[in-house]
């Protein structure tokens, strides 16, 4: 297999600091790159496979190459110092007079637009989820899950592809707290279950009346709740309680925001220093639980808090729909994810639903 491959060095960055996104930021060192983690777990997985890599050099390739201990790859653009987007289109624009036959990336929302604008129509392409926004149909569900994908497409050497949705969101709207989503087009993708194949899907004119009286039952003094975004999540908020950002995280405690629109140090302290719950709900249509939308809530978060203190609720039209739930976070601290989770979807109404990673 010939595999074009490069990563967005800035995708995940805007997390250090609870901005919701990455565009406009600046690297301050390659030290600091989220994405190029993730990459090479990605690389370290499918570096026994005879893959032949056609790859931008530096920070955006050739250094994570040389990381992993890959030597089977051609330097085919050079990019700027820092990197931008415009590198990411001419890097493509580079690999479509190639004879690659995938386009892997790692990268978010952000990083898949620059493709669409610059790919041949028919070359397939597979991205690596490392950005804090990624509600496009065109990624694989979790690192491990492109590793896979790759192995099996480099076997076989054949594949069906589709097209899948490209979208995005406006950044500045979204750090105000208001989710605008917009469609870009389409990619060429593999056919295949380990790539989320919807887009975010939105929903209205939900009655969340049996989930927030259920839960508001429930709710005790002395315990730090960390309320996840969306409209589901807030209903269960006491009412009066002011305003908060609808697309972030607030803690909760005695019936009082002590933080709205948390970021993961703040979620951390606060949970390390309560009992802790953490109520969420997944992302409409994509199903992910958790490392879509919510990368506030790390692996060390979640070890805190424990999965029988995470509630998750969603609406029964979301929930129609919920054939398996994913979660998508570094697992370095050796998590153990359930295989099943219950899903509060009414008053004292459940349903088990499978967790995938």
Request: negative net charge; contains cysteine.
């Amino acid at each position: 297999m010939k595999l074009g491959f490069f990563i967005n060095p800035l995708a995940g960055y805007g997390i250090i600091s609870n901005l919701k996104g990455s565009d406009g930021l600046v690297l301050k060192s390659h030290e600091d790159s989220k994405s190029v983690s993730r990459a090479l777990k990605f690389l370290d997985g499918v570096k026994s496979e005879e893959i032949e890599f056609y790859v931008p050099s530096g920070i955006m390739g050739s250094e994570a190459l040389d990381k992993a201990g890959i030597t089977s790859y051609r330097v085919i653009y050079a990019p700027s110092e820092p990197t931008t987007s415009e590198d990411t289109a001419a890097f493509v624009r580079e690999l479509n007079g190639t004879d690659a036959d995938i386009l892997a990336f790692v990268g978010g929302d952000g990083t898949a637009r620059d493709i669409l604008a610059a790919v041949r129509e028919d070359l397939a392409v597979v991205g690596i989820p490392a950005g804090m926004k990624m509600y496009s149909s065109v990624f694989s569900i979790s690192v491990r899950s492109a590793v896979s994908l790759i192995k099996q497409l480099s076997s076989s050497g054949t594949w069906e592809t589709t097209k899948s949705e490209v979208v995005d969101i406006d950044e500045d709207k979204f750090r105000k707290g208001e989710l605008d989503i917009s469609l870009f087009g389409e990619m060429t993708v593999p056919v295949t279950p380990l790539v989320v194949s919807e887009s975010k899907a939105e929903y209205s004119h939900v009655d969340f009346t049996g989930i927030s009286e259920y839960i508001g039952e429930r709710m005790r003094g002395g315990i730090c709740y960390v309320i996840g975004p969306g409209s589901t999540c807030k209903s269960v908020l006491p009412e009066n309680i002011g305003a908060t950002n609808i697309l972030g995280f607030d803690i909760l405690i005695d019936g009082k925001i002590a933080v709205s629109d948390a970021d993961e140090s703040e979620i951390y302290r606060y949970v390390s220093e309560y009992p802790p719950v953490l109520v969420i709900s997944p992302i409409g249509g994509q199903n992910f639980l958790l490392g879509r939308g919510n990368k506030q809530i790390s692996s060390r978060i979640v070890e805190k808090i424990g999965w029988n203190n995470i509630w998750v609720i969603s609406s029964q039209e979301k929930l129609s729909s919920m054939a398996n739930l994913f979660v998508d976070i570094d697992n370095s601290r050796d998590i153990k994810i359930p295989a099943f989770i219950k899903v509060l979807y009414g008053y004292g109404r459940y349903r088990m639903i499978p967790v995938k990673r």
